[in-house]
């Protein structure tokens, strides 16, 4: 079989959301990899501009399903600091809190559905089902198991009483006693091991080279965490916790980083319910928002996610920028592609957990004859009336 | 009276009526077994436990759109599916499971049925490989090839590991493999070996996990059924359940020691021997990752022929020992 393109989306089975590779290869051998975004793009940054700071708090936080609450997080933080204002230790320690059952849902996430890209759904169910576990902790605790709604400007929004604090340690007890199952299964399972061994290798210094964030890196060898290089929250000098790193750089590491990382965020979460600051849970803030520019950040569970938020003294924000995570794995994930086999390619991709909805925000097209302009909603409207007309339809 | 016994076999037991019943029943063991494996209920609405589950899917899948790509090669996309289920119904005439006599030899049982029916259960894969060809589709062509290549890698394996039974018993009949095991039901412990090749053999054959990379969804989407919709899809489903009971059947006739006691005793050991098997393939299935293509040739090419050659070589100084 010579040479050829194979096509994985927009619409394809190993993705759950819409993005589109193309791929070149060569019998079961990928020669080469290119991507196309913006499948995904809803305007959300738009949106931003036209909303007050305290909607734009509910906009965001629905930007990803997995990781709501991270960027809740990190626009309350850019916008606490516009405002000068500082959350009380009890509102800290709960933020962090929220961050840390959110990355162990996502983890155990992530190792399901590794589990299932390489046709292992036994471990996709087993994982799934201790899930539910920490899904159940942040449902008491916020009333909601995906969008949480936990932060504000300020600090949190609800309090953790004794009886929350007991269940929520005990659901901990019972998923540390899990993990290391996990972990066994992930790093010793002889097929399992098969597959992800040795594939979409990352080297060290090329993971510095293309930016790649979070496990990714992490798995690389690149010791780099948000919580530790730039804490916020409770993370500066409170709460104890150590970086998970490998420097294997395949996708077997990847694994083996997320399990060790769940381990860590098990003893963070004790930690924060044992020693719970007592005091207020936040404090008031005002409504507009003085002129400035800020950029915040905090660690994913898929990487650095980064808000930049400019205000004009208004209630609203003059321009939000958001940068996922995922979007800073993709150059590593075409160069972990190259070279691989065509089966490898859905779980080297899903080893970055990549989320799209996050990512796409695009609005430049390239032409075939390679001008690039920017397209205005006006042309863009026009456009898609045309594309539509041309094929017979009427509108 | 012949007639009808006749049409009996054809048509009741072991014929097309109990095939498709008692394959729709295996496939619901089947899911039921991996979903407890995995923690889960499996199927539980339709019928009690869900047992009408895999026949409501039939019929559901059978009242579907069947669409055929612009592209496709028609007449071939068409005749695909009714040719190899033809193929696994024929196969499943040869099993052993109601022979009217040792001594009698009939159309469905005669010396040499063994090499037929490994033969028909081999067709159904270059029909597969005929499906990906002509849906003229490129992740129907990458499955139809998968689908080959898996087929070189388990195939010499799998007839090496049903010649072991037949040469201990000197037979090429299966029915009178099973008799010899019948009358020296120790000697079974012989091809144990062999009976593991053949296991892992027919679970590749099915193209269930950890084999399942002709149509591995989150790869090439549905492999070689990728274009395949409505009654066509539904008759390669069925199809796979029932090469599922006769590649059960033949293993269980060749190395369990067949379905002795005529029609009512012989029926229940078929159908306990039968579940044994899919027992095994359920939990392999539910215990491992799927392997890359490459992996799985070099793992049938070092493991299972060597191993399926050194158990003709045990079986071979065996019975002249024993003699």
């Known amino acids: ?395 | 009276m012949d007639i009808l016994k006749i049409f009996l076999y054809l048509l009741v037991y072991p014929g097309l009526l109990f095939l498709f019943v008692y394959s729709t029943f295996v496939e619901w063991i089947d899911r039921k077994l991996y979903a407890k494996f995995q923690n889960r209920m499996g199927p539980m609405y339709t019928g009690s436990h869900g047992i009408l589950q895999p026949i409501a899917d039939f019929v559901k899948l059978m009242a579907k759109e069947d669409i055929v790509p612009d592209k496709a090669d028609k007449k071939l996309f068409n005749a695909v599916p009714i040719l190899a289920l033809t193929s696994v119904l024929t196969a499943g005439l040869l099993l052993p499971v109601w022979h009217f006599s040792d001594a009698f030899q009939s159309a469905t049982s005669f010396q040499g049925d063994l090499i037929v029916i490994a033969y028909l259960l081999a067709l159904p894969s270059f029909a597969y490989f005929l499906a990906g060809w002509a849906s003229a589709s490129m992740y129907s062509a990458i499955g139809g090839v998968r689908v080959l290549t898996l087929l070189f890698a388990y195939e010499v394996p799998m007839f090496l590991a049903i010649l072991s039974p037949a040469v201990m018993a000197g037979s090429w009949r299966m029915a009178e493999i099973a008799a010899y095991y019948q009358a020296n039901p120790w000697y079974l412990l012989i091809n144990v070996f062999a009976f593991a090749v053949a296991v892992v053999a027919l679970q590749a054959k099915l193209e269930r996990v950890p084999f399942d990379i002709p149509h591995a969804e989150t790869e090439v989407v549905g492999g070689a059924f990728t274009e395949y919709s409505g009654r066509k899809l539904a008759m390669f489903r069925l199809l796979a359940d029932i090469q599922m009971v006769v590649g059960a059947g033949m293993i269980a006739a060749l190395f369990l020691g067949g379905f002795p006691g005529g029609l009512i005793p012989g029926f229940i050991w078929f159908v306990v021997k039968t579940l044994i098997v899919v027992f095994i393939l359920a939990a392999m299935r539910s215990v491992t990752a799927r392997l890359r293509i490459d992996q799985m040739v070099s793992f049938s090419w070092k493991w299972l022929a060597p191993l399926a050659l050194l158990q003709l070589v045990i079986v071979i100084f065996l019975k002249g020992y024993l003699q």
């Open chain 1, 1 to 395: 079989m010579s040479t050829f393109i194979l096509p994985v989306g927009p619409q394809h089975p190993a993705l759950k959301e819409p993005t589109s590779f193309r791929f070149m290869v060569d019998g079961e051998t990928v020669v080469d990899a290119d991507l196309r975004l913006g499948y995904n793009h809803r305007g959300i940054e738009k949106g931003c501009e036209e909303r007050t700071y305290i909607q734009d708090l509910y906009l965001l936080e629905r930007v990803c399903g997995i990781c709501s609450n991270v960027h809740m997080t990190v626009f309350a933080q850019g916008v606490e600091k516009l405002m000068g204002i500082e959350p009380p230790k009890r509102g800290l320690f709960i933020r962090c809190l929220m961050g840390e059952l959110e990355r162990v849902h996502s983890h155990l996430l992530w190792l399901g559905v590794a589990g299932h890209e390489v046709g292992f759904d036994t471990f996709f169910m087993y994982t799934w089902r201790d899930r539910e576990i920490v899904e159940d902790i942040l449902e008491m605790i916020s009333g909601n198991r995906v969008n949480y709604g936990m932060q504000t400007f300020g600090g949190v929004r609800r309090d953790l009483d004794e009886m929350q604090i007991k269940k929520a340690l005990d659901g901990i007890a019972a998923l540390k006693a899990r993990t290391p199952y996990y972990l066994n299964i992930g790093a010793s399972e002889p097929t399992l091991v098969a597959r992800i061994a040795g594939v979409g290798v990352l080297p060290k210094a090329k993971a510095l080279e293309l930016n790649a964030a979070g496990p990714t890196t992490r798995a690389s060898g690149v010791d780099f965490d948000v919580r530790k290089d730039d804490p916020y929250a409770g993370f500066g000098e409170h709460i104890p916790f150590n970086i998970v790193t490998d420097e294997g750089g395949d996708v077997l590491a990847r694994v083996v980083v997320r399990a060790k990382e769940l381990m860590e965020s098990y003893n963070i979460c004790e930690y924060i319910l044992k020693n719970l600051p007592a005091g207020d849970i936040r404090v008031k803030a005002p409504r507009k928002v003085p002129e400035g520019e800020v950029v915040s950040r905090a660690e994913a569970q898929r990487g650095e996610c980064i808000h930049y938020i400019r205000s004009n003294g208004t209630d609203k924000p003059d321009r939000v920028k958001v940068r996922a995570p995922t979007l800073a794995n993709w150059p590593a994930t075409l160069y972990m592609l190259r070279g691989g086999y065509v089966a490898d390619i859905p779980i080297v991709m899903a080893a970055i957990d990549p989320c799209l909805s996050c990512t796409d925000r695009m609005a430049i097209i390239t032409d075939p004859k390679g001008n690039e302009k920017v397209w205005n909603w006006e042309t863009l409207r026009q456009y898609g009336i045309d594309f539509y007309r041309k094929r017979g339809i009427k509108l």
